[in-house]
Protein backbone atom coordinates (compact mmCIF):
# COMPACT_ATOMS: atom_id res chain seq x y z
CA UNK A 1 0.00 0.00 0.00
CA UNK A 2 1.94 2.96 -1.33
CA UNK A 3 1.07 6.07 -0.45
CA UNK A 4 -0.50 8.57 -3.54
CA UNK A 5 2.33 11.26 -3.89
CA UNK A 6 4.86 8.56 -4.18
CA UNK A 7 3.10 6.47 -6.58
CA UNK A 8 2.45 9.77 -8.92
CA UNK A 9 6.03 10.86 -8.59
CA UNK A 10 7.54 7.28 -9.80
CA UNK A 11 4.78 7.04 -12.65
CA UNK A 12 6.43 10.45 -14.02
CA UNK A 13 9.58 9.04 -13.59
CA UNK A 14 8.96 6.33 -15.69
CA UNK A 15 7.96 8.38 -18.13
CA UNK A 16 11.42 9.53 -19.28
CA UNK A 17 13.27 7.20 -21.89
CA UNK A 18 14.36 3.84 -20.56
CA UNK A 19 13.41 4.46 -17.06
CA UNK A 20 11.60 1.02 -15.54
CA UNK A 21 9.91 0.84 -12.37
CA UNK A 22 13.07 0.22 -10.12
CA UNK A 23 15.02 2.91 -11.55
CA UNK A 24 11.99 5.72 -11.09
CA UNK A 25 11.73 4.40 -7.63
CA UNK A 26 15.01 5.43 -6.91
CA UNK A 27 14.92 8.10 -8.02
CA UNK A 28 12.09 9.24 -6.39
CA UNK A 29 12.94 8.66 -3.23
CA UNK A 30 16.45 10.57 -3.79
CA UNK A 31 13.97 13.27 -4.42
CA UNK A 32 11.63 12.32 -1.47
CA UNK A 33 14.98 12.00 0.44
CA UNK A 34 16.54 15.12 -0.82
CA UNK A 35 16.66 18.37 0.50
CA UNK A 36 13.52 20.72 -0.52
CA UNK A 37 15.64 23.30 -2.43
CA UNK A 38 16.70 20.81 -4.56
CA UNK A 39 13.51 19.92 -5.90
CA UNK A 40 12.22 23.17 -6.37
CA UNK A 41 15.35 23.70 -8.32
CA UNK A 42 14.29 20.40 -10.07
CA UNK A 43 10.92 21.13 -10.86
CA UNK A 44 11.93 24.46 -11.66
CA UNK A 45 14.42 23.66 -14.30
CA UNK A 46 12.07 21.35 -16.16
CA UNK A 47 9.62 24.02 -16.11
CA UNK A 48 11.90 26.77 -17.30
CA UNK A 49 12.91 24.77 -20.20
CA UNK A 50 9.98 23.64 -21.46
CA UNK A 51 8.51 26.88 -21.08
CA UNK A 52 11.51 28.90 -22.79
CA UNK A 53 13.19 26.62 -25.22
CA UNK A 54 12.09 26.51 -28.90
CA UNK A 55 14.35 25.93 -32.24
CA UNK A 56 16.12 28.74 -33.43
CA UNK A 57 14.51 30.47 -36.31
CA UNK A 58 17.65 29.62 -38.20
CA UNK A 59 19.04 26.57 -38.01
CA UNK A 60 16.46 24.94 -35.92
CA UNK A 61 18.88 24.10 -32.84
CA UNK A 62 17.28 24.18 -29.36
CA UNK A 63 17.52 27.51 -28.32
CA UNK A 64 16.08 30.09 -25.53
CA UNK A 65 16.31 32.60 -27.92
CA UNK A 66 15.41 34.00 -31.32
CA UNK A 67 18.08 32.95 -33.06
CA UNK A 68 20.43 30.78 -31.30
CA UNK A 69 24.12 31.76 -30.01
CA UNK A 70 25.82 29.42 -32.69
CA UNK A 71 24.51 31.32 -35.87
CA UNK A 72 25.18 34.28 -33.90
CA UNK A 73 28.69 33.94 -33.43
CA UNK A 74 30.07 31.39 -35.91
CA UNK A 75 30.82 31.16 -39.87
CA UNK A 76 28.16 31.09 -41.90
CA UNK A 77 29.96 29.92 -44.84
CA UNK A 78 29.85 26.63 -43.84
CA UNK A 79 26.80 24.36 -42.79
CA UNK A 80 26.76 20.92 -40.97
CA UNK A 81 23.24 19.42 -41.79
CA UNK A 82 21.91 17.21 -39.14
CA UNK A 83 19.23 14.93 -38.27
CA UNK A 84 17.99 15.92 -34.84
CA UNK A 85 18.92 19.18 -32.44
CA UNK A 86 20.57 16.72 -30.50
CA UNK A 87 22.90 16.03 -33.46
CA UNK A 88 24.42 19.16 -33.07
CA UNK A 89 25.31 18.46 -29.26
CA UNK A 90 27.27 15.63 -30.64
CA UNK A 91 28.89 17.48 -33.24
CA UNK A 92 29.75 20.39 -31.07
CA UNK A 93 32.24 18.14 -28.77
CA UNK A 94 34.62 18.74 -31.99
CA UNK A 95 35.92 21.93 -30.52
CA UNK A 96 37.47 22.63 -34.15
CA UNK A 97 34.54 23.27 -35.97
CA UNK A 98 33.33 26.87 -36.55
CA UNK A 99 30.46 26.64 -38.51
CA UNK A 100 26.82 26.76 -38.22
CA UNK A 101 24.53 24.02 -38.35
CA UNK A 102 20.84 23.41 -40.16
CA UNK A 103 18.63 20.53 -38.95
CA UNK A 104 16.12 18.53 -40.97
CA UNK A 105 14.03 17.41 -38.58
CA UNK A 106 13.87 13.58 -39.67
CA UNK A 107 15.38 12.04 -43.21
CA UNK A 108 14.08 10.81 -46.21
CA UNK A 109 12.33 7.51 -45.45
CA UNK A 110 9.85 6.06 -48.23
CA UNK A 111 9.20 3.32 -45.60
CA UNK A 112 7.49 5.99 -43.09
CA UNK A 113 6.26 7.88 -46.06
CA UNK A 114 8.21 10.77 -45.51
CA UNK A 115 9.58 12.75 -48.27
CA UNK A 116 11.60 15.49 -48.96
CA UNK A 117 8.89 17.91 -48.70
CA UNK A 118 8.19 16.64 -44.59
CA UNK A 119 11.64 17.58 -43.88
CA UNK A 120 13.42 21.07 -43.96
CA UNK A 121 15.42 20.49 -47.01
CA UNK A 122 13.77 23.76 -48.73
CA UNK A 123 15.05 25.89 -45.75
CA UNK A 124 18.57 24.51 -46.32
CA UNK A 125 18.53 25.50 -50.05
CA UNK A 126 16.91 28.83 -48.88
CA UNK A 127 20.02 29.41 -46.55
CA UNK A 128 22.49 28.21 -49.20
CA UNK A 129 21.60 30.53 -51.95
CA UNK A 130 20.45 33.79 -49.85
CA UNK A 131 23.84 33.32 -47.75
CA UNK A 132 26.86 32.59 -50.38
CA UNK A 133 27.54 29.53 -48.54
CA UNK A 134 30.39 27.80 -49.66
CA UNK A 135 30.39 24.38 -47.79
CA UNK A 136 27.35 21.81 -46.71
CA UNK A 137 28.81 18.89 -44.77
CA UNK A 138 26.39 16.32 -44.67
CA UNK A 139 26.32 14.34 -41.24
CA UNK A 140 23.13 12.71 -41.60
CA UNK A 141 23.56 9.25 -39.70
CA UNK A 142 25.61 7.07 -41.73
CA UNK A 143 22.58 4.52 -42.29
CA UNK A 144 20.64 3.57 -45.58
CA UNK A 145 18.13 6.66 -44.63
CA UNK A 146 20.39 9.04 -43.66
CA UNK A 147 23.26 8.45 -47.12
CA UNK A 148 20.18 8.44 -48.85
CA UNK A 149 19.04 11.59 -47.76
CA UNK A 150 22.54 13.40 -47.63
CA UNK A 151 22.67 11.72 -51.23
CA UNK A 152 19.33 13.90 -52.11
CA UNK A 153 20.58 17.20 -50.99
CA UNK A 154 23.77 16.84 -52.89
CA UNK A 155 22.38 16.63 -55.70
CA UNK A 156 20.59 19.58 -55.31
CA UNK A 157 23.20 21.43 -54.16
CA UNK A 158 26.48 20.47 -56.72
CA UNK A 159 24.17 22.65 -59.80
CA UNK A 160 24.78 25.48 -57.56
CA UNK A 161 28.32 25.04 -57.34
CA UNK A 162 28.33 24.42 -53.60
CA UNK A 163 31.05 22.16 -52.37
CA UNK A 164 29.00 19.18 -50.34
CA UNK A 165 30.70 16.42 -48.34
CA UNK A 166 30.15 13.83 -46.20
CA UNK A 167 31.52 12.75 -42.54
CA UNK A 168 34.05 9.76 -43.21
CA UNK A 169 32.75 6.67 -42.63
CA UNK A 170 34.94 3.60 -41.01
CA UNK A 171 36.43 2.03 -38.20
CA UNK A 172 35.58 4.08 -35.14
CA UNK A 173 38.62 5.67 -33.10
CA UNK A 174 39.79 3.53 -30.12
CA UNK A 175 37.32 0.77 -31.25
CA UNK A 176 38.71 -3.03 -31.64
CA UNK A 177 38.47 -4.52 -35.26
CA UNK A 178 37.44 -7.74 -33.35
CA UNK A 179 34.35 -6.18 -32.89
CA UNK A 180 33.63 -4.12 -36.24
CA UNK A 181 30.91 -4.81 -38.15
CA UNK A 182 31.08 -6.52 -41.82
CA UNK A 183 29.41 -3.43 -43.32
CA UNK A 184 31.51 -0.75 -41.35
CA UNK A 185 34.87 -2.75 -42.16
CA UNK A 186 34.14 -2.83 -46.32
CA UNK A 187 33.36 0.73 -46.29
CA UNK A 188 36.44 1.30 -44.59
CA UNK A 189 38.45 -1.09 -46.84
CA UNK A 190 36.70 0.62 -49.75
CA UNK A 191 37.57 4.37 -48.52
CA UNK A 192 41.29 4.03 -47.41
CA UNK A 193 43.39 6.67 -47.34
CA UNK A 194 47.54 6.27 -48.31
CA UNK A 195 49.42 7.10 -45.68
CA UNK B 1 28.19 25.80 -27.45
CA UNK B 2 25.27 24.38 -25.61
CA UNK B 3 22.09 26.61 -24.31
CA UNK B 4 22.05 27.79 -20.61
CA UNK B 5 18.66 26.48 -19.96
CA UNK B 6 19.23 22.91 -21.59
CA UNK B 7 22.34 23.07 -19.26
CA UNK B 8 20.85 23.47 -16.37
CA UNK B 9 17.83 20.78 -17.20
CA UNK B 10 20.87 18.42 -17.41
CA UNK B 11 22.89 19.08 -14.66
CA UNK B 12 19.75 18.37 -12.40
CA UNK B 13 19.02 15.27 -14.29
CA UNK B 14 22.52 14.36 -13.33
CA UNK B 15 21.63 14.36 -9.21
CA UNK B 16 19.80 11.86 -9.53
CA UNK B 17 21.33 8.39 -8.45
CA UNK B 18 23.41 6.95 -10.47
CA UNK B 19 22.78 9.31 -13.62
CA UNK B 20 25.76 10.42 -15.47
CA UNK B 21 25.66 13.55 -17.98
CA UNK B 22 24.80 11.47 -21.54
CA UNK B 23 21.68 9.83 -19.49
CA UNK B 24 20.99 13.01 -18.13
CA UNK B 25 21.14 14.56 -21.65
CA UNK B 26 18.74 11.80 -22.84
CA UNK B 27 15.84 12.64 -20.08
CA UNK B 28 16.51 16.76 -20.56
CA UNK B 29 15.50 16.12 -24.22
CA UNK B 30 12.78 14.05 -23.25
CA UNK B 31 11.17 16.60 -21.48
CA UNK B 32 12.15 19.48 -24.17
CA UNK B 33 10.83 17.36 -27.00
CA UNK B 34 7.29 16.62 -25.16
CA UNK B 35 4.50 18.05 -24.55
CA UNK B 36 4.14 21.05 -22.00
CA UNK B 37 1.48 19.72 -20.08
CA UNK B 38 3.62 16.33 -19.08
CA UNK B 39 6.72 18.99 -18.11
CA UNK B 40 4.25 20.56 -16.06
CA UNK B 41 2.94 17.01 -14.50
CA UNK B 42 6.19 16.12 -13.71
CA UNK B 43 7.44 19.47 -12.13
CA UNK B 44 4.03 19.31 -9.78
CA UNK B 45 4.69 15.16 -9.08
CA UNK B 46 8.28 16.80 -7.79
CA UNK B 47 7.13 19.59 -5.62
CA UNK B 48 4.32 17.80 -4.33
CA UNK B 49 6.03 15.08 -2.92
CA UNK B 50 8.59 16.54 -1.59
CA UNK B 51 6.29 19.06 0.11
CA UNK B 52 3.64 16.88 1.34
CA UNK B 53 5.59 13.83 2.10
CA UNK B 54 6.85 13.27 5.34
CA UNK B 55 7.41 9.98 7.92
CA UNK B 56 5.02 8.47 10.14
CA UNK B 57 5.08 9.19 13.35
CA UNK B 58 3.86 5.85 14.35
CA UNK B 59 6.54 3.72 12.21
CA UNK B 60 8.85 6.13 10.34
CA UNK B 61 7.29 4.79 6.21
CA UNK B 62 6.82 7.24 3.96
CA UNK B 63 3.66 9.36 4.04
CA UNK B 64 1.25 12.35 3.17
CA UNK B 65 -0.56 12.18 5.91
CA UNK B 66 0.36 12.06 10.56
CA UNK B 67 -0.38 7.89 10.21
CA UNK B 68 0.81 6.02 7.59
CA UNK B 69 -2.09 3.67 5.89
CA UNK B 70 -0.71 0.86 7.05
CA UNK B 71 -0.43 1.90 10.68
CA UNK B 72 -3.91 2.96 9.89
CA UNK B 73 -5.46 -0.52 8.95
CA UNK B 74 -3.44 -3.39 9.92
CA UNK B 75 -2.62 -6.02 12.71
CA UNK B 76 -0.45 -3.97 15.43
CA UNK B 77 0.30 -7.19 17.10
CA UNK B 78 3.42 -7.86 14.75
CA UNK B 79 5.94 -5.44 13.91
CA UNK B 80 8.32 -5.84 10.84
CA UNK B 81 11.73 -4.09 11.49
CA UNK B 82 12.98 -2.64 8.78
CA UNK B 83 15.91 -0.29 7.96
CA UNK B 84 15.11 2.19 5.58
CA UNK B 85 11.70 3.75 4.63
CA UNK B 86 12.09 2.46 0.87
CA UNK B 87 12.52 -1.59 2.17
CA UNK B 88 8.44 -1.23 3.38
CA UNK B 89 8.02 -0.79 -0.27
CA UNK B 90 10.55 -4.22 -0.99
CA UNK B 91 8.99 -5.90 2.52
CA UNK B 92 4.78 -4.45 0.93
CA UNK B 93 5.33 -6.84 -2.23
CA UNK B 94 4.95 -9.89 -0.16
CA UNK B 95 1.26 -9.68 -0.59
CA UNK B 96 0.45 -12.30 2.72
CA UNK B 97 2.11 -9.85 5.41
CA UNK B 98 -0.76 -8.00 7.52
CA UNK B 99 1.33 -6.70 9.69
CA UNK B 100 3.02 -2.93 10.59
CA UNK B 101 6.58 -1.90 10.38
CA UNK B 102 8.92 0.13 12.23
CA UNK B 103 12.04 1.88 10.96
CA UNK B 104 15.34 1.70 12.37
CA UNK B 105 16.97 4.74 9.84
CA UNK B 106 20.08 2.85 9.87
CA UNK B 107 21.92 0.01 11.69
CA UNK B 108 24.56 -0.28 14.62
CA UNK B 109 27.55 0.23 12.93
CA UNK B 110 30.71 1.21 15.24
CA UNK B 111 32.74 1.68 11.85
CA UNK B 112 30.17 4.96 11.57
CA UNK B 113 30.29 6.00 14.97
CA UNK B 114 26.20 4.70 14.65
CA UNK B 115 25.45 3.42 18.61
CA UNK B 116 21.80 1.84 19.91
CA UNK B 117 21.17 5.39 20.33
CA UNK B 118 21.51 6.82 17.27
CA UNK B 119 18.60 4.66 15.66
CA UNK B 120 14.86 4.48 16.33
CA UNK B 121 15.48 1.12 18.92
CA UNK B 122 14.08 3.07 21.96
CA UNK B 123 11.09 4.17 19.77
CA UNK B 124 10.77 0.51 19.11
CA UNK B 125 10.72 -0.39 22.62
CA UNK B 126 8.38 2.06 23.60
CA UNK B 127 5.93 0.42 20.92
CA UNK B 128 6.35 -2.78 21.74
CA UNK B 129 5.55 -2.74 25.37
CA UNK B 130 2.48 -0.13 25.07
CA UNK B 131 1.10 -1.81 22.10
CA UNK B 132 1.12 -5.58 24.07
CA UNK B 133 3.06 -6.89 20.56
CA UNK B 134 3.31 -10.59 20.09
CA UNK B 135 6.27 -10.81 17.28
CA UNK B 136 8.88 -8.79 15.96
CA UNK B 137 10.40 -9.55 12.74
CA UNK B 138 13.98 -8.80 12.09
CA UNK B 139 14.44 -7.70 8.41
CA UNK B 140 17.03 -6.30 8.56
CA UNK B 141 19.57 -6.50 5.81
CA UNK B 142 21.31 -10.06 5.61
CA UNK B 143 25.03 -8.37 6.28
CA UNK B 144 26.69 -8.16 8.95
CA UNK B 145 25.28 -4.74 10.56
CA UNK B 146 21.77 -5.98 9.51
CA UNK B 147 22.79 -9.00 11.35
CA UNK B 148 24.66 -7.38 14.55
CA UNK B 149 20.87 -4.86 14.43
CA UNK B 150 19.51 -7.66 14.65
CA UNK B 151 20.92 -9.49 17.86
CA UNK B 152 21.12 -6.89 19.40
CA UNK B 153 17.23 -5.86 19.20
CA UNK B 154 16.24 -9.78 20.11
CA UNK B 155 18.43 -9.28 22.70
CA UNK B 156 16.28 -6.51 24.37
CA UNK B 157 13.10 -8.02 23.74
CA UNK B 158 13.56 -11.33 24.35
CA UNK B 159 12.81 -10.66 28.37
CA UNK B 160 10.10 -9.26 27.87
CA UNK B 161 8.28 -12.59 26.29
CA UNK B 162 8.44 -11.35 22.96
CA UNK B 163 8.48 -13.57 19.88
CA UNK B 164 11.55 -12.27 18.09
CA UNK B 165 12.11 -13.87 14.42
CA UNK B 166 14.49 -13.23 11.63
CA UNK B 167 14.20 -13.55 7.77
CA UNK B 168 15.38 -16.71 6.65
CA UNK B 169 18.67 -16.72 4.78
CA UNK B 170 19.60 -18.65 2.34
CA UNK B 171 19.70 -19.14 -1.60
CA UNK B 172 17.54 -17.02 -3.86
CA UNK B 173 14.29 -18.47 -5.45
CA UNK B 174 14.72 -19.18 -8.69
CA UNK B 175 18.79 -18.56 -8.74
CA UNK B 176 21.55 -20.60 -9.63
CA UNK B 177 23.20 -22.40 -7.28
CA UNK B 178 26.42 -22.56 -9.41
CA UNK B 179 26.32 -18.26 -9.14
CA UNK B 180 25.62 -18.08 -5.51
CA UNK B 181 28.31 -17.08 -3.12
CA UNK B 182 30.21 -19.73 -0.50
CA UNK B 183 28.41 -17.62 2.25
CA UNK B 184 25.03 -17.77 0.79
CA UNK B 185 25.89 -21.31 0.17
CA UNK B 186 27.08 -22.09 3.72
CA UNK B 187 24.34 -20.44 5.60
CA UNK B 188 21.71 -22.46 3.57
CA UNK B 189 23.44 -25.52 4.47
CA UNK B 190 23.70 -24.69 8.10
CA UNK B 191 19.92 -23.78 7.83
CA UNK B 192 18.79 -26.66 6.00
CA UNK B 193 15.14 -28.23 6.83
CA UNK B 194 13.97 -31.40 6.80
CA UNK B 195 11.24 -31.91 3.51
Do not use: W
Amino acid sequence: MQEDLIEKLIEQFRTLPGVGYKTAQRYAFSIIEGKEERAKKFANAIIEAKEKIGFCKECGNFTDKEICSICQSRNRKIICVVTEPKDIISMEKVKSYNGVYHVLFGTISPLEHRGPNDIKIRELLKRVQEENVEEVIMATNPDVEGDATAMYIAKLLKPLGIKVTRLAQGVAMGSDLEYADEVTLSKALEDRKQI
